[in-house]
Each structure stands twice: as structure tokens, then as C-alpha cells.
């Protein structure tokens, strides 16, 4: 509007209708085609024709009438977009038609008369503020050339190498390269790599080993599984531009005879360096050998101390050393060809590769000690994360033993819900069609039935949307929506879960053995892979029943679980230091009942189950910075009463308030946030012009801090619990960590002794000033167990 103000033509680049309101004789609608169609450009006659009205304001009316559900806007209840326009048409306004609903009849006049004051809300809300102070003026907007230098810089960081060419030339690689020198290789430096091929040389490095106070090494294998993988040889170095290699026969015996020599090196107190070590030490741990810390791995310590970097050590070498060692296609051929395994290359060869992995992986070590200051993250890496990697090797090579038999069942059980909701939909839709037809299935829904008259079509495709969230919208109202549901859920439980876990069963143990990655999530939170047990459902009665699939090792054991009880609410208590907050856990009260009573403003033994459990969906989602819309979506209530209890909850716990604003502030100044051990999370996005972007990463920085540091307390409780069982020398062994939960074979001689000593050590994890509370539960099963 002011760009038409100063003489431009505005073209409007959307599909959205409600900006039909704003084009005029110098604004217009330009509407993207959609499946290739042409794209539309809509001006006054075009707009007035499609809603039927006579000015362009009255759109607003006809939008306010009908009202929108995907944007909260109410609306008037039976009224859709037909009616609206006909009303509209008749008497012009909203307010004009709320002069004289006595002119209407049935069923129309009570519904407007009803929604008096919704109406002029609903056509307040889908009014488009024009009057909002601008940062950005025209003179911003005008086309300059692009800064040459800035987008190499830029290009380079990011390593956009084809949009760099692109924009560039093909120039731009050779700037590339010459910004960060020549790369060495190794053929361009000095190297002593020895071939260790005697009972004698291995005696000797044995002994040198031993005399030094830190070394490096590394396993080669013929696989990536290390369960069934093969061990190929050895290598070591203790100075840069050396490394040793030893080679390992074919046979399994003979293989163990010599690790056996290694035992008082793996099993010594020095240190041990190497990159991506969980594999190492994994490898080794299925060959009957357990490496003893401490560690350095180089892949954990960059991504903490230089998380810009990509993690493998080719980059890694690449950016901290100007080195480029020589890649294993070399050896054993490019990926997607015929490729050999390192048992059919020369041992040479094999010898110069593995020395050279290790040589350089030392010398990553140094370079990345600094670093690792200077981002202060000593705390992080030496307590955290490098002591983290035995305990998660020890639960991995655990595993958790299943009962296939259970799941059999169950699938069966499942499938027979599956019959039963889709035969019940079809008898409620009176025809049978493609339930998993998103297409048909909202055609069904909003054509047939007409259960929405302001069901939403997506822009890219035309189809009504008839996603999880809309259909529990309507679930309230119709049962058809209910048993959709229903379908979808043990569907997605049945594919997912039920029929994929047996898989994952390890033949030669019976058990699963999850891949924990420590440091794969921008908060510090574990993930879990092949398979992921970290994401097997539990707030459905259905998706609990698959824990009742997972079992002890034998009968001497129970599944013995330790959950900390919302520790999230608890860490943000600690942090905000919000006095209502902190009496709360601090008197032993409940926080949900208490956010219920203080927000509605009531007794606590006055405020219902349906507030307490709308206080629980604030409690949860305030501390992430969720906006009134968020919160609207996840109660099912209009967006103003969103914000209001939002405000009331404000209003309430001031400190949590104060608290976000800091957090915000924080990262705006610094450019990363940090959790109490000082974990960082940069956010590129926090300072930027783009305001949905910007408000994404504010989130991620109130996020991090809580949830960071949620993360942080159980990875320091698994190192303590992990020392204590073996120090004491339990039978007993932690198996899974499942977010805030630890789950262990429990020896039935140790039910009384062990639990307490857990909740003790997961209490004193990390200390706060609140108190730290473990819900324990034992059983036959994973689910009787929690």
C-alpha cells in the first residue's frame, strides 16, 4: 500500500484469499498456477466477481461471516461461504446485518443473533492491519550488484560449491582452494608407517605403547556391523607423522590370541584417542574386549569445538590440518561399483592407509585441545560426552532381549481393529472407498457428508486436508471421524512397529541392540537408530502394549525402570527462578493442578480434570515458546482464548516470563545459547529480518536451555550408574535410555539394593534448586516396568 501510494503497480505473489481485501485499482492478486496450470493475476472486477460483492471492503464481511478454521477465525456458525455472500449482498455490511436480524428466520437468526459479538471479532480478525511501521523502504527493495567477496566468504563457509560456480564462474573452486592453501597428502609429507607382521614387532610396540601417556588407534574391518563384522587389523600412532599397523589373520582364534597380547594396552590407564571411537571400542567389544578409558574422539570434540565443520576426518584434516588423506576408494573401489574389501588389497597398502588414519587422527587430537578451551566446553566433552562412550558400547552389546511371539499376537490383535474401524467408516460413509486415500477420504468427509463446511483444500495438490489434527477436531462431533483414527493408528503401529521390531532380533543373542548417537541432535539429546526404541508410542493405550514385547534376559532378571518426573518443568523452575514455581515442587504440590488453579483463577481442589489438563498443555508448551496459535491448535480453542491464557499464565509466573526474555536476549547478543554445563547451540537465525524465521530460532534457544539440559543431567546420571555397577560388581546392566528414562536387567538379588542407588545418582547428577524426583517401577515386562 505505500509502494501504490508513491505511483507503483504491487503485485501480491499468493494464493491466500484473504488478501483479496487489499487489491485496488493499482494492487493486484498475482495467484500461482497450481499442476501446471497458468498463473492468475485478479484486479478489482476479478476479486468482486469471485465473492460476489459489490466494493472490495465487503469482502472482509463475506471473509468475518464465513470464518476460516485453519486461522481460528469462528465465524458465525451454518453460515458458509454461499450464505455469506447472499447476506452480504443483501445487506452490506456485518454491522448492517446485525441491525436487522429481525428480517431473519429459523434457525440463521438465532445462530447470528447468538454470535453477535463473534461476528464483529471474526470480521476484526480477518482484517489485514495496513498501518504497521515499516523497517524496510523502497530504496531497500531496488536491485544493486551483489558484493563479490561477501558471497565467496558466504559460498565457501557453507561449501556451496555448485551455486558458487554458478554465480561465480568456474573461478570460484580455484579461489576456494587458494583461500585455504594446498592441501598435503602422503605423499608430500615425511612418514614412518611400520608393517608390525612378527610376534616380535608386536612385543616391542606392546611395550612402547605402554610407555606412552596417550596414543591413538584404530580398527580395520571387512563391515560396519559391529556385531558380525570381521577384524582386520590394528593401528596405532603416538607422534605425528608415525603409526603402526598390525595385521590380523582370517581366523577368529587366532584373531582373539593376539588382542589377548593387547589386553594391559586397551585395558591401561592412558589415554585413548580415535574418531567415531564408539565404533572402535564396539568392534572390540564383540571380540571379547573391553577398552578402558580415558578417551579423546576427535568426531565428539569437533562437533562441540568447531560445529560449523563437517564431522568426518577427511574434512576435519582437510580444514585444521591443509591434509588430505588418501580415501578408502582408493583401495577398495567407488561406492555403487564393484567394490573389494580391505582382505583382498595388499597388506602394504592396507598398512599405508590404516597409519595414515591414525597418524592423522593424533594430530587432529592436538589441534582440537584448544579449541576445546577456547569454546569452553572442557565440562562437556571431559565429563559429558568422552566418558559417555563405554557406557553406551556396554548397553549396546547388551541389548534388550523380545519375544517375537508377543508381537505375532499383537499383529494379529491389530489387524483385527484395522477390519473393524474400516468396515464401521464405510457403514457411517454408506459406500465403501480407498480409506488410505487421503483424496477420497475428504471427499467423503466435506463433499458427501459435509461435516466441515470450511474444510480447507491444500494449495498443492486441490485435496481437502485430512490430517491427524483436522480429523481430532471433528472426532468430537462424529464418530466417523473417531473410527478414521482408529484405522490410522493401529495401521501406523501394526507397519511401523509390530511387524518391523522381530527384525531387528539378533539371531545369535535373541536380543535388540540398538545404535545410540550421542551427539546427533542440536540440543544434545541422544538418538536412537537401527531400530530407533526411543520413538515406540506411549501415549496410546495400543502403543504402550509393544513395551509388554520386551522382557528380561532370563528368570533370575525383572525390567527395572528409572524416569525422571517432569524434569523439564523442573529445570525451567530452576532456571527461571519463578518463586510460584519453585514453592510448588519445593512443597511437593502438583504443578498442573497448581498452573490450573492459579490461571482460572480458582481453589486447587475446585479446578477440574479438563483444566488441569489444559494447564498441563501450557505448562508444557510456554516453556518452548509456544504462540497463541500453537496453543489454540493443541486445545481445540479459539486463538483469543489462547492468548488470554497464555497472559493469565504470564500473569501468574512472571518469572517464567522473564526468564524467556532473557534467554532471547542472550542468544540475540552472543549468537548461541547454553545449557548449565555450558553446552552450546548456535542459531544462525536468531537476529534475522525474517520474523517467522527469527521466532523459529527464539524457540530453539528457550528449547535448548531446558531441554539441553534435561539431556545433559542423564547422559552425567548413565556415566555415575555406569561406574557404580561396575565398581560394585552388579549383575545387573543398564540397556536402554529412552529420553528421561533408564531401563536395566535388574538381578533378582539386587531388587532392594540397586533401585535406590540409581534414583540417588540421578538425583545428583546435576544438582538444582528444586527437587529432582525418580519414578521407579519394576516388572515382567517393559510396560509392568513403567
Excluded at 492468475?40 to 476479478?46: Q, R, S, T
Excluded at 529445570?571 to 515442587?585: C, K, N, P, Q, V
Amino acid at each position: 500500500k505505500k509502494a501504490e501510494a508513491e505511483g507503483f503497480a504491487t503485485y501480491m505473489v499468493t494464493p491466500d484469499k484473504d488478501y483479496g481485501q487489499l487489491v485496488s485499482e493499482r494492487s493486484f492478486m498475482y495467484k500461482p498456477g497450481r499442476g501446471g496450470d497458468e498463473a492468475e493475476v485478479l484486479g478489482v472486477p476479478e476479486i468482486l466477481a469471485q465473492w460476489q460483492v459489490e466494493r472490495i471492503d465487503q469482502v472482509i464481511d463475506v471473509l468475518g461471516l464465513m470464518g476460516d478454521s485453519s486461522d481460528n477465525v469462528p465465524g458465525v456458525p451454518g453460515i458458509g461461504p454461499k450464505t455469506a455472500q447472499k447476506l452480504i449482498a443483501e445487506y452490506g455490511s456485518v454491522e448492517e446485518l446485525l441491525a436487522h436480524t429481525d428480517q431473519l428466520k429459523g434457525k440463521q437468526k438465532q445462530n447470528v443473533e447468538e454470535h453477535r459479538e463473534q461476528a464483529l471479532l471474526s470480521k476484526e480478525l480477518v482484517t489485514i492491519e495496513c498501518d504497521v511501521p515499516l523497517d524496510v523502504g523502497l530504496a531497500d527493495l531496488a536491485k544493486v550488484e551483489w558484493d563479490r567477496q561477501k558471497l565467496e566468504t558466504l559460498f565457501t563457509e557453507l561449501e556451496f560449491n555448485t551455486l558458487g560456480r554458478r554465480l561465480l564462474g568456474d573461478e570460484f573452486s580455484a579461489e576456494k582452494e587458494q583461500a585455504h592453501g594446498p592441501l598435503k597428502g602422503v605423499a608430500d609429507v615425511e612418514h614412518d608407517y611400520q608393517l608390525v607382521d612378527t610376534p616380535d614387532k608386536r612385543q616391542a610396540l606392546i611395550a612402547a605403547l605402554l610407555e606412552q601417556p596417550m596414543f591413538c588407534f584404530d580398527v580395520e574391518t571387512n563391515g560396519l556391523d559391529v556385531r558380525q563384522c570381521d577384524l582386520i587389523g590394528l593401528a596405532f600412532s603416538w607422534a605425528p607423522g608415525t603409526g603402526h599397523y598390525v595385521p590380523l589373520s582370517r581366523e577368529r582364534d587366532e584373531v582373539l590370541a593376539v588382542l589377548e597380547e593387547f589386553r594391559p594396552v586397551f585395558e591401561s590407564g592412558r589415554e585413548k584417542i580415535g574418531h567415531n571411537l564408539k565404533y572402535d571400542l564396539s568392534v572390540l567389544r564383540w571380540h571379547g574386549m573391553r577398552v578402558e578409558g580415558p578417551f579423546f574422539d576427535t568426531m565428539l570434540a569437533a562437533t562441540l569445538a568447531e560445529p560449523e565443520l563437517r564431522r568426518s576426518m577427511d574434512e576435519l584434516a582437510k580444514s585444521l590440518l591443509s591434509y588430505s588423506p588418501k580415501p578408502i576408494s582408493e583401495l577398495i573401489g567407488e561406492r555403487g561399483g564393484e567394490q573389494l574389501t580391505l582382505l583382498q588389497v595388499p597388506v602394504e597398502q592396507v598398512a599405508e592407509y590404516a597409519c595414515e588414519d591414525a597418524d592423522i587422527t593424533f594430530q587432529l587430537a592436538a589441534a582440537l585441545r584448544p579449541k576445546i578451551e577456547d569454546m569452553d566446553q572442557q565440562r562437556v566433552f571431559y565429563e559429558i560426552e568422552a566418558p559417555l562412550l563405554p557406557v553406551l558400547v556396554d548397553m549396546e552389546y547388551e541389548g534388550i532381549r523380545m519375544e517375537s511371539s508377543a508381537l505375532d499376537a499383537l499383529s494379529r490383535q491389530f489387524e483385527e481393529a484395522i477390519e473393524q474401524a474400516a468396515e464401521r467408516v464405510f457403514e457411517l460413509a454408506g459406500e465403501r472407498f480407498n480409506l488410505n486415500s487421503g483424496n477420497q477420504l475428504g471427499t467423503i468427509l466435506f463433499d458427501k457428508m459435509e461435516l466441515d463446511p470450511n474444510a480447507r483444500r491444500t494449495q498443492k495438490t486441490g485435496q481437502y486436508q485430512t490430517s491427524e489434527q483436522i480429523l481430532r477436531r471433528l472426532a468430537n462431533r462424529h464418530e466417523i471421524a473417531r473410527q478414521v483414527l482408529d484405522y490410522r493408528l493401529h495401521t501406523k503401529l501394526k507397519s511401523t512397529y509390530v511387524d518391523q521390531l522381530p527384525s531387528a532380533v539378533f539371531k545369535t543373542t535373541g536380543r535388540v541392540h540398538t545404535n545410540y548417537e550421542q551427539l546427533m541432535t542440536a540440543t544434545g539429546r541422544m538418538k536412537s537408530d537401527r531400530p530407533n526404541l526411543q520413538n515406540i508410542p506411549i501415549r496410546s493405550e495400543q502403543g504402550r502394549e509393544i513395551r509388554r514385547a520386551f522382557v528380561p534376559r532370563s528368570s533370575d532378571y525383572l525390567l527395572f525402570s528409572a524416569d525422571y518426573s517432569q524434569i523439564e518443568l523442573r529445570i525451567a523452575a530452576a532456571l527461571s527462578r519463578d518463586e510460584g514455581m519453585l514453592d510448588t515442587f519445593n512443597s511437593g504440590g502438583d504443578i498442573h493442578m497448581a498452573t490450573a488453579a492459579k490461571i482460572y483463577q480458582v481453589a486447587e481442589d475446585q479446578a477440574t480434570p479438563e483444566m488441569r489438563r489444559q494447564a498441563k498443555t501450557v505448562n508444557f508448551g510456554i516453556i518452548y515458546g509456544i504462540s497463541p496459535f500453537g496453543l489454540a491448535e493443541r486445545l481445540d480453542i479459539p486463538r483469543w482464548q489462547a492468548s488470554e491464557l497464555i497472559e493469565q499464565y504470564f500473569a501468574q509466573y512472571p518469572g517464567v516470563r522473564r526468564y524467556l526474555d532473557e534467554t532471547v536476549e542472550f542468544a540475540r547478543d552472543k549468537g548461541y545459547v547454553e545449557t548449565v554445563t555450558r553446552r552450546r547451540r548456535y542459531l544462525r537465525d536468531i537476529n534475522s529480518r525474517n520474523a517467522t524465521t527469527r521466532k523459529g530460532a527464539e524457540r530453539n534457544a528457550i528449547n535448548t536451555r531446558i531441554q539441553g539440559t534435561a539431556a545433559d543431567m542423564i547422559k552425567l546420571a548413565m556415566n555415575r550408574i555406569h561406574r557404580l555397577l561396575r565398581e560394585e560388581g552388579f549383575r545387573s546392566a543398564m540397556l536402554l535410555q529412552v529420553h528421561d528414562e533408564l531401563v536395566f536387567d535388574l538381578h533378582r538379588d539386587e531388587v532392594e539394593t540397586l533401585p535406590p542407588l540409581v534414583a540417588r545418582e540421578m538425583r545428583e547428577a546435576l544438582p538444582m534448586e528444586v527437587p529432582i524426583e525418580i519414578e521407579m517401577g519394576t516388572g515382567e515386562n517393559w510396560l509392568e516396568a513403567h
